[in-house]
């Protein structure tokens, strides 16, 4: 209701450290996935893998995957490891430009929003490149500021690591 996000797009979860990753994903993990979580999280990678069964529907769109990433800021670290895994998104308008500060976000949602924390501006400025390991080969759903294309087609999967 706040971002006027369609409910059949589903929230990323951020994570808090690797540990959590089997709260909401089906193990155990291929090499493939171990390797691209120790070279690139955290970071702005973010990794649609199998949900493990009974997570709430926001979370996989009534699908069979969900996308998760531990994010390189501290605080949403330490928030996601005292709270558990976090359904998130983009502190935006669906649809409208990322936010880079809280400026920002403050004129995009004002009066939709109780509290805005402002943990700083944005680092990279652009979202997380999303990659989905479920399908072979993977597939880059969201170019980011990691690149794993050429020429807009997904690299074979020794390229990836």
Do not use: Y
């Not at 970071?43 to 649609?48: A, C, D, E, R, W």
Request: proline share 13%.
């Amino acid at each position: 209701a706040i971002k006027d996000r369609p409910p059949e797009k589903a929230l990323p979860v951020l994570l808090g450290d690797v540990e959590q990753v089997s709260q909401v994903v089906v193990g155990p993990l291929p090499e493939l996935v171990r390797s691209l979580m120790a070279r690139h999280w955290p970071g702005p990678l973010t990794l649609v893998l199998p949900a493990r069964p009974g997570l709430p529907q926001n979370l996989t769109a009534g699908g069979a995957t969900v996308a998760v990433r531990i994010p390189d800021h501290a605080f949403l670290q330490e928030l996601a490891r005292r709270a558990g895994p976090l359904a998130s998104s983009s502190a935006n308008r669906s649809g409208a430009p990322s936010c880079a500060t809280a400026q920002e976000v403050l004129v995009q949602l004002a009066g939709r929003v109780p509290l805005i924390v402002d943990g700083g501006p944005a680092r990279l400025g652009q979202p997380s490149t999303v990659l989905d390991l479920t399908v072979d080969p993977p597939r880059v759903l969201r170019p980011g500021p990691i690149s794993f294309t050429q020429g807009g087609i997904s690299c074979p999967r020794n390229d990836l690591i």
